[in-house]
């Protein structure tokens, strides 16, 4: 089932669901999907209907078929911006809400880099589990060659890929192509572009067949376990476990189910 959802506030972004994948995809190739003030609150309001979902298992988040998946902060917001600091800190601001956002919803998510992503359109992949590449794509940070310092990037790259590698990408502003940026670590994988999305709702089905609270469960391991050590970390793992086997039917229910040799309830159309 795929549906599109009419939504007339959206003109810079679309938003649809496709079996129980979120879409969110930026829809302004003519400015090469800048990030403007009302991409900034329609991501906001995108964000609030994947939260709202309790059906949704995954999102993509998708340049579309443009050149760019996004080059960052529009050419006028940043007119504005660089004489009016405060103003700029609003919207860095609200750009790592949007970023924190997407790392902490339940479900996987997805971003599919189709084209150019440069700056902002650089940090707002690093909020999402994986970042798909189109061959002919290429990504970098790239602030540091206008002399400008990244915002929300330094940190989460460091995350993704070590803090030796992150101050090489950031500190020489270069870009990646797409098999570049997964030799690199910074991607999951790199496609011809025309398989891109199918490759991004493959991936996206691989997750949201199974529970949802499983999936989501699992998640809060790795997030919230990011700085503990093992022992500490152990003992979370073990919590979250408990916690879910004795508040969720799904762990019961699929070793029922493999004992009695049928699909679990989730899997049964």
Known sequence: MTTDLALPPFTSLTYAVRE?????????????NA??????GELEAA????????QLGALVVSGGDGAAFCVGLDLSLLDKAFSDIPYFETVVTRLNGIISRIEAL???????????ARAGGFELPLGCDFILMADEAKIGDVHTDAGVLPATASLRLKRRIGEQRAKELIWSARWLKGQEAVDFGLAWKSVPRAALL???????????????????SNKAVFQQG????TAA???????LFVKYMAEQPYGREGYNAYREKRQPFWKVA
């Open 198 to 216: 199918e490759t991004a709702l493959a991936m996206a089905a691989s997750f949201s067949d199974k529970p949802r609270a499983c999936i989501a």
């Open 106 to 116: 339940p479900i996987p998510t997805i971003a599919a880099i189709n084209g150019f």
């Open 233 to 239: 970390g152990a003992a979370l793992e073990i919590a």
């Open 47 to 54: 964000l609030a209907l994947v939260e709202a979902d309790q």
């Open 35 to 40: 990030i403007t003030d009302t991409r900034l």
């Open 226 to 229: 990011e700085e503990l050590g």
């Open 20 to 32: 129980r994948t979120a879409i969110i995809t930026f829809a302004t190739p003519d400015n090469l």
